[in-house]
């Protein structure tokens, strides 16, 4: 089992927009804005199984982990006493198709470093988002850029890109005068 303390964990190390940006291409997912993402949705670490009868369980019953441990693992595994320690995307690799109740992150450049250990969940309730520093807007274009990214989806990266969900470098077409047009 794993003996991580699995409810306190927080994604902290990677800022919540790139995270964002990375959610993968999950319909369910890939066409909410940042403020509907973080209102239903938070990351959680993964779940892997740590010795050979949790990894057969695992591929019986598929339910229990996000992960499967590679071949090169189970032999580190079953030579381990105790609690081995397993190294992502060497050792064990997330399953790409998710079910209701996680999803993998995306595949981006931005978020290979999380990928392995963090996955998108529902949250059980509903969240409030406070967006910090909101009044503190020095102009009207300002505020305007800041409700277009908070309201409206984007990914930044390329390959998920899709006529709805523009790829963030892109916000600012050519020609484009004001962000309040």
């Not at 993968?24 to 209102?39: D, N, Q, V």
């Not at 996680?102 to 988002?129: F, M, N």
């Not at 967006?131 to 807007?137: F, H, T």
């Amino acid at each position: 089992m794993d003996r991580r303390s699995y409810f306190k964990k927080q994604l902290t190390d990677c800022p919540f927009w790139i995270a964002y940006g990375a959610r993968g291409m999950t319909p369910s997912l890939h066409r909410l804005s940042a403020y509907e993402f973080h209102r239903h949705y938070v990351f959680h670490m993964v779940k892997y199984p740590r010795s050979k009868s949790g990894h057969k369980q695992a591929l019986l019953s598929g339910d229990e982990y996000q992960t499967r441990l590679t071949e090169a693992s189970l032999n580190k595994v079953d030579a381990c006493r105790g609690v081995p320690t397993l190294i992502a995307d060497l050792d064990y690799q997330i399953i790409e198709e998710g079910d209701e109740w996680w999803h993998p992150l995306g595949t981006g450049e931005k978020v290979q470093e999380y990928r392995y250990d963090w996955v998108i969940g529902p949250r059980l309730r509903p969240y409030v988002p406070v967006v910090y520093g909101a009044q503190g807007n020095n102009t009207e274009e300002e505020q305007a850029l800041r409700i277009f990214c908070l309201f409206f989806p984007w990914v930044n990266d390329f390959t998920e890109i899709r006529l709805l969900v523009p790829y963030n470098g892109h916000f600012r077409e050519p020609g484009m005068i004001s962000w309040l047009n």
